[in-house]
């Protein structure tokens, strides 16, 4: 698969920025979309992910500032960041997986930087 971010940058503690990320490799009936999170010196974390079905989950910590979106037709996955914080700061990586049996491995996008100055 190819997965291609884009809306990473720097803001402002309160400020927002939105994420998109465009799948232009397999594409599966029923799949999974998310994004993830890596900030230095610390394992990537779940963000936020979203089934095919519009079936969403958060991490407790963007809970309420964060929505993340798809438009199948387009095989777009948006993650809307509201009142960022500098705790938001990290590189942020687009993750695609059809929902088959066996589960398949996914794929990972290249990653966008976010930085929020405090």
């Known amino acids: 698969g190819h997965l291609v971010e884009s809306g990473g940058g720097l803001v402002q503690a309160g400020g927002s920025l939105r994420l998109s990320c465009v799948n232009s490799?397999?594409?599966?009936?029923?799949?999974?979309m998310g994004w993830y999170r890596q900030a230095p010196g610390k394992e990537r974390e779940l963000v936020a992910t979203?089934?095919?079905?519009?079936?969403?989950n958060y991490a407790e910590s963007v809970k309420g500032r964060f929505t993340i979106s798809r438009d199948n037709a387009k095989n777009t996955v948006y993650l809307q960041m509201n009142s960022l914080k500098p705790e938001d700061t990290a590189v942020y990586y687009c993750?695609?997986?059809?929902?088959?049996?066996?589960?398949?491995?996914?794929?990972w996008g290249q990653g966008t930087r976010v930085t929020v100055s405090s």
């Open positions: 979203i089934t095919s079905g519009g079936d969403t």
């Open positions: 993750y695609y997986r059809g929902i088959t049996l066996p589960p398949g491995p996914g794929t």
């Open positions: 490799g397999t594409i599966f009936s029923s799949s999974v």
